[in-house]
């Protein structure tokens, strides 16, 4: 099986109508089984297990994994398993793909509780209601969907944007269901070995849950440096090398994670954590500017030049490509002569957005107002900001599979701080609705473009969406609230570290209060920030990607525990040294390692996610 494609002179020059008749023709599988009692149980369930891989690495890292292929590979495992069994058959194409819809609708959906939520209840002091919470999440990933939708028709069967990591999964799905399928039984293995392993050593590390079965003297430390403390205590400048978060992690996860990144982030998230944990921080510390050595007071004044960084080299790298924009435009409003939709009887109906995206926009209007204090004007002014943000965050994803959220968030806040001046939860909810419908949407249709790649209904689609937002917001926010069990001070503790939060409280609190109320070294470090952050990515610009370091990966190395950026870093230097030491193609090595290196690193952080979590919970209990 091959995916059909339009050659780049075809998608220039063919109307839509003569694509979407060449697709109907071509590629559609309409008698296919696609959205089904199976795969929709199957995606909602891998979707909320999933949904944990995300939250666990969000409240670690404050980012957010596709989970699309790992499901894809599992479900694929697991029915054909099924298959040899006898107990049933295996999934079609589409099953398989429009489970995956579901699952990775689910798995996006836990953004907001590693970003603009906790940073909320940061600010308030105060615990959102869970209820309140699932409605907000459900409520902004249907607004994300209902912008997706119509933008499908003009960027993915029109204009036939590459969606990079979106193809990447269809080109996997035909693989997999090839009939070569010895391939897909391997990744399958790779994936659920990968994930044994790092929950066996998820497990091990757990002394309570450890003990509780018996076998205590097999627990492994927390880190692989403890020993070192019962002998030595060693320093930097009278600060202990351990609460400086200097420590060598005896988890896997975040290796797993090092092993999705490329070398010039990994590496550049580790020089930053090297320079704020081996020098800035000690040395401040010494003088009193940040008052001890624990994370959360070491981040509260490096998150300023990290966040500095960060944000200065994303808005530069956005806005110096103005064309994005312009196109994003262009392709919306530009006039042609209207004619009879081929695929109206399988696209969505466009009166579900036309009257939809009022509807849930003023659902969520109405929600930032009773639940969160928006001024129901403001909170109307950010549905038009949704509006003109998803062009851009669809744009920029399709061309690049890089979603600029933190950009756009950020524009929110910029916004908002003169809109609505010294109102802090008014700038993050409002940020938080911007950032987190545009993201919803782009991501949405990244996971749409392997459906049209296959022959997939759009309409299965949108419902599947759905499915899996509802299901992920089940699961994912009680176990967040599990998690921390109604104690905000755990935020931003070893146990919960949320530095995506801490950026979107400290980008609030800086816009509402002014950088004045700063101690001037943090000033003077995000100044630097700022413009360490313009001048690498001019260099970049300049040596089209070449240069070394990243200003995004250098600004999150000040935001990350230093234990975290060197487990990333590990990661990353294992899948690079067997790329550069096995060449022989038919060796395990090479096939786990460098052919299959994101099944391998998914398995990984899937399996000590996932047990990283339950362990979590079983601790609280065993303590209780």
Not at 501 to 512: I, N, Y
């Amino acid at each position: 099986m091959a995916v059909q494609e339009l050659t780049p002179e075809q998608i220039h020059t063919m109307t839509l109508e003569e694509k979407d008749r060449w697709w109907l023709e071509k590629v559609y599988k309409g008698n296919m089984p696609q959205l089904n009692l199976r795969s929709a149980l199957t995606g909602m369930v891998l979707g909320c297990i999933l949904s944990m891989t995300n939250l666990y690495v969000g409240i670690k890292t404050g980012w957010t994994l596709g989970v699309g292929i790992s499901s894809v590979v599992i479900s694929f495992g697991l029915f054909r398993l099924i298959s040899r069994l006898k107990l049933g058959k295996e999934m079609s194409i589409l099953e398989n793909n429009a489970m995956q819809s579901i699952a990775t609708s689910a798995g996006y959906m836990t953004a907001p509780l590693c970003a603009s939520i906790p940073a909320y209840m940061m600010v308030t002091n105060q615990v959102i209601p869970q209820w309140q919470l699932i409605a907000w999440i459900i409520a902004l990933a249907i607004l994300g969907v209902l912008f997706a939708f119509p933008l499908k028709k003009r960027f993915i069967n029109d204009e036939q944007l590459p969606f990079p990591e979106g193809y990447a999964a269809g080109i996997v799905l035909d693989s997999l269901h090839s009939d070569e399928g010895q391939e897909g039984s391997f990744k399958a293995k790779l994936l659920l070995g990968g994930a044994g392993i790092s929950a066996l050593i998820e497990t091990l590390r757990s002394e309570p849950v450890m003990g509780a079965i018996k076998l205590k003297f097999l627990t492994l430390p927390q880190y692989w440096d403890d020993f070192i403390y019962k002998f030595a205590t060693p320093k930097i400048m009278n600060s202990p090398l351990k609460d400086l978060t200097i420590q060598w992690d005896t988890s896997i996860v975040m290796m797993g994670t090092g092993g999705l990144m490329s070398m010039k982030t990994s590496m550049s998230i580790l020089l930053a954590g090297f320079i704020n944990y081996f020098i800035l921080a000690p040395w401040l510390i010494s003088h009193g500017v940040i008052p001890e050595a624990k994370f959360k007071a070491i981040t509260m004044w490096s998150l300023w030049c990290g966040a500095a960084m960060m944000t200065t080299s994303s808005l530069y790298s956005f806005f110096s490509k103005p064309q994005i924009i312009i196109e994003s435009f262009k392709k919306i409003f530009s006039k042609g002569e209207k004619k009879k939709d081929l695929l109206e009887d399988i696209e969505l109906p466009m009166w579900i957005f036309v009257v939809g995206i009022p509807v849930v926009g003023a659902i969520t209007v109405y929600m930032g107002h009773a639940w969160f204090g928006v001024n129901y004007w403001l909170g109307i002014l950010a549905i038009p900001l949704v509006f003109i943000f998803t062009l851009i965050a669809v744009t920029a994803t399709g061309l690049t599979a890089i979603t600029p959220g933190g950009a756009l968030g950020k524009l929110t806040q910029i916004t908002y701080s003169v809109l609505a001046p010294g109102n802090i939860t008014t700038n993050l909810m409002t940020a938080g609705i911007t950032s987190e419908v545009s993201l919803n949407a782009s991501n949405l249709l990244m996971d749409i473009k392997p459906a049209y790649m296959l022959g997939g209904k759009p309409r299965h689609q949108a419902l599947g969406h759905i499915l899996g937002v509802i299901a992920g917001a089940f699961v994912a926010v009680p176990v967040f609230y599990a998690i921390f069990n109604g104690d905000i001070s755990l935020f931003t503790s070893d146990k919960m570290p949320l530095p995506g939060a801490m950026v979107w409280k400290g980008v609030a609190e800086a816009l509402t209060k002014g950088l004045s109320t700063l101690h001037p070294t943090a000033q003077l470090g995000a100044l630097i920030g700022a413009l360490l952050g313009i001048i690498l990515e001019v260099l970049n610009q300049k040596t089209r990607g070449k240069f070394p370091l990243s200003g995004v990966g250098l600004g999150l190395g000040f935001v990350l525990r230093f234990t975290d950026a060197l487990s990333m870093a590990l990661g990353t230097l294992i899948f690079w040294v067997a790329s550069q030491t096995s060449k022989d193609k038919k060796s395990f090595s090479y096939r786990a390692l460098v052919e299959n290196q994101e099944t391998t690193a998914a398995g990984i952080i899937a399996g000590g996610s996932i047990i990283g979590i339950i362990i979590i919970l079983l601790e609280t209990t065993l303590s209780s």
